[in-house]
């Protein structure tokens, strides 16, 4: 497996990642991209000049895995957006790479702190179907994962939640922002 930037005129490779976005996302997320144009549109918007696209490929060309960034706060912050690995290659490791790959072009472009939010829009975790006012804080405090929500693996490769937006989805249904320092702004 390698790791490589997703460039347009591989239709190809792009065809492949809007096909894993439909497939990653169908289970938990199944109106982020409901069909295959709208997830082509998500591609091709990661190639505009502020953002990061990279690819995981096996041996012969196939995409096991896409990670974009999106550039914010002039550079200083930069949102993951989105992550999505092949179902049959799920729990090998491919994310974590890909995950420690952005933030090395992140770190590359002088980026401090790389983010991103993770939706609980089906009651995966303790903050979905609830009320989180009038103290949101106290309820991330005591997150608990019930059923499978992608924002342990964030922990476990160095994520922290530093907040929750809720309602983001709808009533019950909020949005986990999770951020992590990639460099210090002392180097």
């Known amino acids: 497996m390698r790791i490589r930037t997703l ?5 190809k490779a792009v065809e492949q990642v ?3 976005l439909l497939e990653g996302f169908k289970e938990h997320h199944p109106t982020a991209w409901p069909d295959m144009e709208a997830a082509l549109k998500e591609v091709e918007e990661s190639f505009a000049r502020d ?3 990279r690819i995981a490929v096996d041996d012969s060309g196939a995409v ?3 990670i974009g960034g999106i550039r914010q706060y002039d550079g200083n912050v930069w949102e993951l957006h989105p992550l999505v690995v092949r179902a049959s290659h799920q729990r090998t490791g491919i994310g974590r790479v890909l995950v420690a790959d952005l933030e ?7 980026g401090l702190t790389l983010w991103l939010g993770t939706d609980d829009e089906n009651s995966q975790t303790t903050l979905s179907a609830t009320d ?3 103290a949101p804080l106290s309820h991330v405090a005591s997150i608990k994962n019930l059923r499978d929500h992608p924002y342990e693996f964030y922990q476990k490769v160095g994520f922290v939640i530093v907040g929750v937006m ?4 709808g009533w019950g249904k909020p949005d986990i922002f999770m ?7 002392q180097a």
């Open 7 to 11: 460039r347009a005129e591989d239709r």
């Open 18 to 20: 809007a096909s894993l």
């Open 51 to 53: 953002r990061l696209s």
């Open 64 to 66: 096991l895995g896409w």
């Open 104 to 110: 090395e072009r992140v770190r590359e472009r002088n």
């Open 132 to 134: 989180l006012y009038p």
């Open 166 to 169: 809720p309602d983001a989805n």
């Open 179 to 185: 951020a992590k320092r990639v460099k210090s702004d």
